[in-house]
């Protein structure tokens, strides 16, 4: 059997090539796929029927291969050898082995098969490498493979983390591989360097098709560095891991270039993809995402915003509930989360109501005492919030100095309360700018949960901050595309509308209304003093609940009879007769 498989690969071999261009379509229902060098091809595989895959006309020039393939989100199994052994395969949705070419060897074997119980759609391609190129994974000591190119990804609701081997200098056919670790000098692996690629998928795209053709955009050097945005460039002492935000339903692929700056060569690692989140699972997968609570809450925050944004100032007690909500609720979601486990839903149910104490208590607060200065400051300091949101969403996240923790915080505090003390000389600016620009975003916010947009990474990287130790270390690169220029563009005219609004109908007007608590004591102090006022003589609160009280308990008592009920008529009857 064995021989006649080395036949009818000898006439494979001896045919001509297949035509030109970039992609092909494969029918693997003949037990053998046939691939060419740098050409993708899409083909299907099944669990009964795992296929024979083969690499021919290979180049003499060529020193070592790669060759990779890629799914959506079922694993395929990719082998040297028909006996699946970890130090041999590799399984996963993005995988690849490396080749090493023997001398006048033109053509490679391996094997591909899936144990999912349907059909799972593939795209693969085999990239070749000069004996100059250096080899991805030529240095690995962590993982199965003795040459491993692929770069391993892992995901939580808070960042995506990549691991990938250390690379090797290239070499020739027939010699052995130059030596990892017996000296860090220029003629070493030590002088390589890795470009560290991201590149977003269109935001809400969850197909298959979009996810294999943007992927061959991530396969070879030249289109890398093309397409995909620079993240980070390593050197050979700095550690092969790599974290970034998860963008929970946004697809993204991650590729490493590693560069011979001496010889000006370089080569790429197997891109890996992730949506972080699973299309598999029942509840919370990729296709539904955002909660039932995560709408009704959002929801009825945005309607609140809506209202504060246009008439905020006027109704001074409303926007007081709203930054004393904030306030208390972003705090107290933070404490909840880092100190219990209790479930998503209840956690949002609880910060609802935590939040709706601190809305009253700070309303509360302002009737009883009316200290102006310090309503302002937290009204102050959620504005500076957003503020410093935004300057570390756009400008400043990424760079190196805020990824210690203790530079980040006293940097954000700093921006969040340089805010309400600009502004400590014209309060009601203050006021009306925090209404328009922070009830707005509350819109923002609500679009997030039923349709993404990377806007809402703006407060959502801090509460990430707050709440995981280790997101210090991701970085925060989000994509922007046309849902988000849609929702900046409402987002900035809802602003700039309620402030305008409201600073042209509060001209003329005073700041900002009177204590109230004195001007109810000025109130009561008149109506007892004053007889000639009507309200003079309504009775107490106390007495008027207490016959409002009797009044009802009136309705619900039964009539009592009151003695003889003869007609007076019929008496008078009787007695003539």
């Known amino acids: 059997m064995g021989l006649l498989r080395l036949l009818v690969l000898a006439v494979l071999a001896s045919k001509p090539g297949v035509a030109g261009g970039a992609e092909t379509v494969g029918n693997s229902s003949e037990g053998l796929l046939e691939f060419s060098v740098g050409k993708f091809r899409y083909f299907k595989l099944n669990r009964p029927f795992p296929e024979d895959a083969i690499l021919r006309h290979i180049s003499s ?8 393939i890629h799914s959506q989100y079922q ?62 994974g030529g240095c690995n000591l962590e993982f199965d493979l003795d040459i491993d190119p692929n770069i391993y990804l892992e995901y ?43 590149y977003f998928l269109p935001e809400n795209d969850l197909t298959e098709e979009g996810l294999l053709k943007h992927l061959q955009r991530m396969a070879e050097v030249p289109q890398v560095q093309a397409n995909a945005l620079k993240v980070v460039t390593l050197t050979a002492n700095d550690k092969t891991t790599i974290s970034f935000s998860s963008l929970r339903g946004q697809g993204v692929i991650y590729n490493v270039v590693v560069r011979d700056p001496f010889l000006n060569t370089s080569a790429a690692y197997v891109p890996a993809h992730t949506y972080a989140c699973s299309f598999e699972a029942v509840a919370g997968n990729c296709s539904s995402l955002g909660r039932v609570s995560t709408k009704v809450f959002f929801t ?39 100190l219990t486990l209790i479930k998503y839903d209840v956690r949002l149910i609880l910060t609802a109501v935590a939040g709706s ?35 570390f969403f756009a400008l400043l996240g990424n760079l190196k100095i805020f990824h210690d923790d203790g530079v980040f915080w006293v940097t954000f505090s700093c ?64 994509p922007f595309q046309t849902n988000d220029f849609i929702i900046l563009a409402v987002w900035g ?19 900002f209304p009177p204590h109230p608590y004195k001007l109810w004591k000025r109130e009561r102090e008149r109506r007892v003093t004053n007889v000639l006022d009507p ?19 009136e309705l619900f008592q039964k009539e009592q009879p009151a003695g003889e009920r003869t007609p007076l008529l019929l008496c008078f009857l009787l007695g003539a007769w």
Request: charged share 15%; net charge positive; hydrophobic share 45%.
């Open 61 to 68: 020039n060529v020193s070592f291969i790669i060759f990779q």
């Open 75 to 136: 694993n395929t199994t990719i082998s040297f050898s028909k006996t699946v052994l970890p130090s041999t395969s590799g399984t996963g949705t993005d995988k690849g082995l490396v080749f090493i070419l023997r001398p006048e060897q033109s053509m490679c074997t391996l094997y591909l098969q899936t144990l999912d119980a349907e059909p799972v759609q593939n795209m693969a391609i085999p990239l070749s490498y000069s004996e100059r190129d250096p080899v991805p």
């Open 156 to 198: 939580n609701f808070f960042e995506t983390t990549i691991k990938f081997a250390p690379a090797n200098l290239g070499y020739a056919r027939g010699t052995n591989p130059p030596p990892c670790d017996t000296g860090t000098g220029r003629d070493s692996r030590w002088r390589l360097l890795y470009d560290v690629y991201q």
């Open 300 to 338: 009825l925050f945005a309607l609140l915003g809506l209202f504060i944004c246009f008439f905020g100032h006027r109704f001074w007690k409303t926007e007081l509930f709203f930054i004393g909500f904030i306030f208390m609720g972003f705090f107290f979601y933070i404490l909840i989360t880092r």
């Open 357 to 391: 104490i601190g809305g009253i208590f700070l309303v509360a607060a302002w009737w009883r005492f009316g200290i102006l200065l310090l309503c302002m400051l937290c009204v102050g300091l959620v504005l500076g919030f957003l503020i410093s949101s935004v300057m």
């Open 415 to 478: 921006i969040a309360v340089l805010i309400p003390v600009v502004f400590m000389g014209c309060l009601r600016i203050l006021n009306i700018m925090t209404c328009g620009l922070v009830g707005s975003y509350s819109v923002v916010l609500a679009f997030d949960s039923y349709l993404y947009t990377s806007l809402s990474h703006i407060t959502l990287n801090v509460l990430k901050r707050a709440l995981n130790m280790d997101f210090h270390r991701a970085f925060t690169n989000v």
């Open 493 to 511: 005219m809802l602003a700039v509308s309620g402030i305008t609004l409201q600073i042209r109908r509060e001209r003329g007007r005073p700041f």
């Open 535 to 553: 309200s003079y003589h309504i009775p107490p609160l106390r007495e008027r609940l207490y016959g409002r009280l009797a009044r009802i308990k």
